[in-house]
């Protein structure tokens, strides 16, 4: 495939730039992707529905997340230095110098709900390339066009650096590429069903290769008696529109709410969820996939459907009645809602269910030491857990952590949002007493690269 | 199996305790270990044949390997704290504090060939404890009773901790360990046949695990005309001491080395090769896989036999004849020659390779250009590089890369040696907006545990 025989000719030069040039390199993406704004919002609108102000809002946030990862300061690098100690136990130690480089070309799969933001220039690319590895990305059917238009505009910007971007379209030339034996990675946002076949063939090639894919989540909610009593209105308020932001498209949609079986909460999201305009599918696969998965919710013994349409669907079920079935995602704006009599109730569910990369706690000051029992739970299931709020909206920045055990991500060890996604392109490889003048710019005693050394 | 599920069982409060207690059982474990040390040693020299001296060594290597380990200071955390920002770009900015945390009971495969560095208390087994996972250890059927005996050595200096360590024995009991769902991560040492059935196991779970195993490699050695030429006597005694060095039965034992054709190299090492004494293999499947991948390497059309015992055995091969069979791992002490005429010919050779634990060069000052050619190449094909030296002598520092691109292990973003081992078994979690008196103590503002933090 010449996208990926062209990324593996610049691959090594690419690793070897200095920070500086990866920054105006990716700096220059993010300028020129501003720049192009209006028509690619334009066009992205009329391939996914998403409206002119959420994708406006998520092109923002693309550009930015270029520009943040474009200013890391190297600390990835994770450079270790280790002087020569002849009396070092249990035999003398030589020079070791060690650091992360890059992987060499990464393979990265579109997601059809963020057409900026995890497609063709989005996280997963622009933390690969501040790792120093090309990108090569299979396109999302959702939005070829879209695809087609974003990657003219990066290669263009890219200029001499075009190669460092390629795009394949379909799903054969997906499974072609990940077969490739020069890609070295790749990273997936979409479904489990979808996810597991494309990390089959990364663990059976003949090499195989590490396969970070993002692929499913419930994201539970845990609301307790005190914050069910006392914020019923706000929570409802809240829940609703978290439910249905983006049409419930999103990784992080709250699908599943632990509440008090006393609490008004149900009614009042329904009255909400009521009011709900009816909104687009990202494409006809996906609202299919949707009645799909609800048809085999509101099936499960003992599963009440007390919204339906026009813009949400919630269902309720009694704890006494909760399947593991019944925490299975239904990609779109519907709400399982379990009522329980007894919180302690709840914690062998939750520590049953399947990773998850998030969990969120509604609960009052005083209700903190049932939340100091629940947490080891939240924290042992979950990549990101949070007291208040909603899990929809997931900021870029250093602290963040977007995975969770399986199936939430493939990788449980890495996120695919934030600064901390670059390491997932890295691999690290030690210099034993190099000559210093031939040793890579981020181990020499002068670091002209000017990262964090840790020496020993 | 009871070994798991007390491992199950003590999980949360080791992933809770801070690092001066984990430190007192590392350290009293290794104390434990060295007061036991010469009936260990006794054991071990019964089970294995490796002589009381290479034992003593190896069990100091141990018991060094537990408190180096143990006086990590928690940067392995990786604590990374966002406070709160609404100006924050595309949008507000929680609170998000992340670290990396235990990733749950981890399930580690013992080695033949280090029947302490890399078996029931060894490096795999301390970097687990470190992160704050119970270790299972899957015996090896080489040194049986010295498993046993150590297990009991260390669980009673354990003391309260005991759950820490279970052992199992036979290849049936290590397969239905590994598919346990308690168990989140698994290491290995050993042959590439059984790493990649174990491998595929991990991957077919129905939770797949992280599968950390460290394979196979014949460890390349480049001779630079101009070394070759000025420093042959000094270069095949150093080679011969390298490859009988344990019988040969490292896993960075020198294979494979490219020598000009013209140096006096071969003939060199073989008069010392002639003289080197034969030595017992570990047990019979190691002697028998020797005899058998000796033979498979003598068939190949091309292959000369230079030396055949008594202690170790020379081949040689011109490089027009190389043929990617002749790159096989023949564990134990026999060495392939590789005589070139141009050494622009042995790059293609070397990047065809598969991926390796070392590589090695020999050259002298004035040979830098031509190593900086190769120097890409290398880096892409192994883990750790050395100018000059020998890959045989693993320390263990902060520095040290053992690991490398597959086949030399199946997770080449981890080492297996070195204080940077502890990652591999560590997940990370973000706390969103979460009350400081629940956080975890890495996490809190007062750092209770005095880890290093690093806030935006």
Known sequence: MKQIESAAEISGEWAAT???????????VADALDAAGPSLIELADAETRLGTKRLTGELARTTFQLRLLAAESGSYHDVRIDRPDPSWPPGPRPELRRYRT??????????????????????DTASAWVAGCPVVVKAH?????????????????????????????????GVEALRHPAIAAAAFTGSVAGGLALARIAAERPVPIPFHGELG???????????????????AAGYAGSLTLGNGQFCTNPGLVFVPSDS??????????????AAPFLNDRVASGFHTGAERLVAIPGMREVVRGPGAQLLEVALEDFVPEAAEECFGPLGVVVRYSCLSDVLPVLAALPGQLTT?????????????????????????ILWGGWPTGVAVTAAMQH????????????TSVGTAAVERFLRPVSYQDWPSHLLPEPLRDDNPWDVPQRVS
């Open 141 to 173: 059917p959702g939005h070829p066009e879209l695809s087609r238009r974003t990657a003219s505009v990066v290669v263009e910007a890219l200029g001499r650096w075009g190669a460092l971007l390629g795009l394949v379209e379909g799903e054969a030339a």
């Open 102 to 123: 890059a992987v060499g070309p990464v393979l990265v799969f579109a997601a059809s709900n963020f057409p900026f933001a995890f497609s063709v220039a989005g996280g």
């Open 217 to 235: 989540s419930v994201n539970p909610v845990i609301v307790l008696p005190g914050a069910a009593r006392s914020r019923a209105e706000e929570l």
């Open 18 to 28: 200095d920070p500086k040039t990866r920054t105006a390199v990716l700096t220059g």
């Open 360 to 384: 969120t706690v509604h609960a009052l000051p005083e209700e903190a030491p049932d939340v100091e029992a629940l947490r080891p739970v939240l924290a042992d299931r979950s990549g990101r």
């Open 264 to 277: 008004p909460f149900v009614g009042l999201v329904a009255e909400r969820l009521r009011e709900v305009p």
């Open 403 to 414: 995975g969770g055990p399986f199936p939430a991500t493939t990788s449980p060890a890495s």
